[in-house]
């Protein structure tokens, strides 16, 4: 080739590098969805609901409308059925989700870590795990499992509920039917204090409740009062404060690295902001010096227990098998930092 072929063939070369690179950024621009998708289990009467529209409506109004999320309340992407939440935001069914880790759990095992029963104990044990090493441990996880996680929120502490009688002891349960979540862990819990579990999906929770399918379940009081369910029988309440439900603000991949980097720092920043927004309200009425979320359960005609501290190790001890066998299935290593640093928390 002499030297004017070579530098002809040089200039198409770099205009054919050059070419693709011009489409894609165009495509780029274009490939922005009209509306994404984001799935929730429970909607806007509730904090969950409340903290994934705050999210909608900051990245909505910080991108002038270029993100458009819309919310699916009552996981109606996948009919209802929340254990495949995980996989459904992995394979693009569902854009972006604020999803309980417990949903997750059946699709990533070291999420079960929250449902290891009298881990967190209190809010600041649950804010030592997601807001420390632990938090930033499972984020990583998360991510590893093929979705991008932004920013932890909160369901809340589940309690114990039914419709039979006061719960105090382990023997309190005994024989009383339960609505459990889909995690095998609840399962096990539910059988260790000799109760009869059931896993259900919370859509069909509700109508079991009412036909007396099931006695019981268990779900934090924000759940309890905004569905209503002592018009569902449930009529005693105990706070056992077993097990913390964090939420995590998650983004599909593709979705995720279809948007320009300005856009996704926004998204992230909202994420983390509406996370914090939530947790507040979702601790509204049960934190500090305002317990009067309990006030309002027992204004609705339901006997409310609290447990004192030696009541709760009865329980704590009655699942012990439990949380060892479980403890192997997550992880030793991450329990052990988990319960170092719940056990070096600052008090909220
Ligand atoms: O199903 C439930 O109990 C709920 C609404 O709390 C969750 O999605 C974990």
Known sequence: MDRRSLLKAGAAGSAALAAPFVVTRAAHAQHYKAEYRLSTVVGTAFPWGKGAEIWINLVRERT?????????????????????????????????????????????????????????????????????EVGKRILQIVEKAGVVPLAWGENGFREVTNSKREIRTPADMKGLKFRVVGSPIFNDTFTALGANPTQMSWADAQPALASGAVEGQENPLHIFTAAKLHTLGQKYVT????????????????????????????????AIEAGKQEVAIARKGLSGSDRSMIKEVEALGVKVTELGAAEKKQFEQAVRPVYEKWTRQIGTDLVKRAEAAVAARKPA
């Not at 880790?101 to 030592?128: C, K, M, Y």
């Not at 404060?241 to 926004?266: F, G, H, K, M, Q």
């Open 64 to 132: 002038q409308g270029r993100i458009n999320m819309k919310l699916y309340p009552n996981v109606s992407l996948i009919n209802g059925d929340q254990t495949r939440e995980f996989s459904a935001i992995r394979q693009g069914v569902i854009d972006v989700a604020v999803g309980s880790t417990i949903n997750w759990s059946p699709q990533v095992r070291e999420l079960n870590l929250f449902s290891l029963p009298f881990l967190a104990r209190d809010h600041a044990g649950l804010d030592a795990l997601t807001q420390g």
């Open 239 to 270: 706070l056992w404060d077993y097990v913390a439900d964090p939420l995590i603000y998650v983004v599909n991949n593709d979705v995720w690295s279809s948007w320009t980097p300005a856009d996704r720092d926004i998204v992230r920043a909202a």
